[in-house]
């Protein structure tokens, strides 16, 4: 517990405190949602379990573990790489990638998926301008990979998620001391061996983590898979609840994602328990980066190039060009109205869950109560748990207490209310609100830490309610922290396409669910502004992103 957050009263253990009870409130609400997953896996109302194990289920499981091993190595290999080559080398616009390589975070994967269909599929301008070169009249006189496949489906997510690994690698090979990598170069060790012998072994945590966070985003994926004609658990969750109209059954799939993210975690933390990896502070000499020339510089040039220009430029790119090419279609009231939908749940979404992260945070830390303390950590499981997996344990149960509730009303009344919670956007900014709130909370907690407890030792002094602490304390100290936590909030919701999928009300569209709808359509012209309204949300917070871990050269 934080002293300086303490009670200068010593408070009775039985005796319950407002900031106890709000931390335990703001747990409940995170957690019930899986909670709910559980309980209707457990005791559905018609149970398909053996039907799912002898049909679809392990074709679902099956794609869901070679798409995370796919996209999780691929993306493990590309970040690492690219870090590796960011931190030890200077070579021609080293300090533009340094950042470039972060703009994939700002086009969410499904995007990308359309564009690369729209570029290399059969009336594409790739395949068009091989017939027209070599002569060829239909696809019978040539080869061409498919595209909607489950390979296409692991080459667009690691594009898109690589900078997650890339990030995390990239300041743990910044932190890593000098003189180790000059003795390995007295005794002759080349640059490869350098890497597999002292860069890796010390990133290893840093690639780990990153690693795993790729392949929980890919197990969350819809919008990519579901373009490829990919079955897996998410996919399966969809149709087995929407065209199968059988909850029970969507819920139990939920649990077996659940339970891969949970052995995942797992695994990752287990990789590492016996390890132990030291960092040298302050008294470290940092590595000098050495100046690559002639072909080597060129080849790293290209070696990171390519990923941003897979991850970013293409994507952005196709979208732009089918942007610009139909001006009317930015003039659609539809898109404008999506957007305002957007703006509305997200900001609604990214201010409560920040402030959910912060209260419970500065709860507990107040308290001191096992409870509380015991459930903040737990807390953060909605972000590793897919939005299809969260919007089951949501609907369901909100769709049974507003109908209780409306019954209840117009018994009552006459008068039928009809559905408030589901019927509206609540259960969307709910959604969002578990799936997030490790992000509000991550950045109250590291925010706090780094406040003095002289400060609120000295407010207290002078008769300041906790409350008042918090309020004029520590929020002027924090507000950046939380603007940023923000808007990380926000673009993440912006994103978000799965949970708003099954959750959104009827003739309810945002960005991400237009989008999603158009292209589906394979009206990707159609889909383009929505898409480019995305991308550019998305920059501000990858550019806050940059600045944030910026490194010296």
Known sequence: MDKALSSAKPQSRLKPDPWSATALLISLVVLAPIVAVGTLALFPSENIWPHLLATTLPRYLGNTLVLMAGVGLLAALVGTGAAWLIARYEFPLARWFEWLLLLPLAVPAYVGAYALVDLLEYAGPVQTALRAAFGWESARDYWFPEIRSLGSAIIVLAAALYPYVYLLARAAFHEQSGASEEV?????????RRLRRIGLPLA???????????????????????????????????STWLEGNNAGGAAQIACVVLLLVICLVTLEKISRRKARFFNQGG?????????????????????????????????AGTILIH?????????????????????????LAAFLTVTGGLLLVYGVRLSGRTLPRLLQPITTIGYAAPGAVLAVGILLPLATFDNAMADFVLGLTGFDPGLILTGSSFALVLAYFVRFFAIGQGAADAALERVSPSLSMAARSLGRRQGQVLKEVYMPLIKGSVGSALLLVFVDCVKELPATLLLRPFNYD??????????????LSDAAPAAIFIIVVSLFAVILLARANRTNF
């Open 204 to 238: 290893r945590p840093a690639v780990a983590a990153g690693t795993a966070i790729v392949m929980m985003e890919a197990v969350n994926d819809f919008g990519t898979v579901d373009y490829f004609a990919v079955q897996t658990l998410t996919t399966g969750i969809f």
């Open 184 to 192: 390995a170069m007295s005794l002759g060790q080349g640059a490869l």
């Open 323 to 347: 942007a610009l090419t139909r001006a009317e279609l930015w003039a659609d009231p539809a898109l404008y109205k999506a957007a305002w939908n957007t703006v509305v749940v997200g900001s």
């Open 283 to 315: 008294r470290h000499r940092a590595i000098s980066r050495k100046r690559l020339r002639g072909g080597w510089a060129l080849l790293a040039t290209l070696g990171c190039a390519l990923p941003f220009t897979v991850g970013f430029l293409i994507p």
């Open 510 to 523: 945002t960005l991400a669910t237009r989008v999603h709808d158009q292209a589906s359509l394979e009206n």
